[in-house]
T-cell receptor, first 118, second 112 residues
Framework: EPEVTQTPSHQVTQMGQEVILRCVPI?????FYWYRQILGQKVEFLVS????????KSEIFDDQFSVERPDGSNFTLKIRSTKLEDSAMYFC????????????????FGPGTRLTVL | KQEVTQIPAALSVPEGENLVLNCSFT??????LQWFRQDPGKGLTSLLL?????REQTSGRLNASLDKSSGRSTLYIAASQPGDSATYLC???????????FGGGTRLMVKP
């Protein structure tokens, strides 16, 4: 069964460093998402991406964050200068198509990347 | 802005018991509602998805209901097993876009 994959499973970085989290969405999916979950807190939406541009983003997704689909398979989240509060589990998700009403199909989640900022 | 609340935050039951997890949401224009399972330190496993036009969905021992008018959903687990121990997340998808709003989860422990 197709699945969303994420690498690495755990990333440790120093404060102020740049990190890139990688995701391979399900191959026929067109919509891609990033979420994060700080330890002990709710999962929070960061950004959605379609047709090579951001569709929606939350207030969390500030100028320190960027997303990219560098090739036909990968979807990346870049944090330019990491802060201690960026430590969290980051989930990538993808979905297939939008319905005629402009809404979205079921999202499928990857296993997550645990980011630890020291 | 959609907000999703789950009660109780934690629940411990003996094996074999039937149980109900509750979820409430503030925006009745919800497009669909989904229940996920999350094991400690792990990813999110989708259990059931209810479209806004539906009232319930069933999968095995799981049954989820959706009442848009009251802003509530329930997840019913029949004949609970120790392997059901996990955190259960209620997630609403809004009508205007593709953002999911997660509840805080119910941490379930099923004791043998």
């Amino acid at each position: 069964e197709p699945e969303v994959t994420q690498t690495p499973s755990h990333q440790v970085t120093q404060m102020g460093q740049e990190v890139i989290l990688r995701c391979v969405p399900i191959s026929n999916h067109l919509y891609f998402y990033w979420y994060r979950q700080i330890l002990g807190q709710k999962v929070e939406f960061l950004v959605s991406f379609y047709n090579n541009e951001i569709s929606e983003k939350s207030e969390i997704f500030d100028d320190q964050f960027s997303v990219e689909r560098p090739d036909g398979s990968n979807f990346t989240l870049k944090i330019r200068s990491t802060k201690l509060e960026d430590s969290a589990m980051y989930f990538c998700a993808s979905s297939e198509v939008a319905t005629l009403w402009g809404t979205w199909n079921e999202q499928f989640f990857g296993p997550g990347t645990r980011l630890t900022v020291l | 802005k959609q907000e999703v609340t789950q009660i109780p935050a934690a629940l411990s039951v003996p094996e074999g018991e039937n149980l109900v997890l509750n979820c409430s949401f503030t925006d009745s224009a919800i497009y669909n509602l989904q229940w996920f399972r999350q094991d400690p330190g792990k990813g999110l496993t989708s259990l059931l998805l209810i479209q806004s036009s539906q009232r319930e969905q069933t999968s095995g021992r799981l049954n989820a209901s959706l009442d848009k008018s009251s802003g509530r959903s329930t997840l019913y687990i029949a004949a609970s097993q120790p392997g059901d121990s996990a955190t259960y997340l209620c997630v609403g998808a809004n009508n205007a876009g593709n953002m999911l709003t997660f509840g805080g989860g119910t941490r379930l422990m099923v004791k043998p």
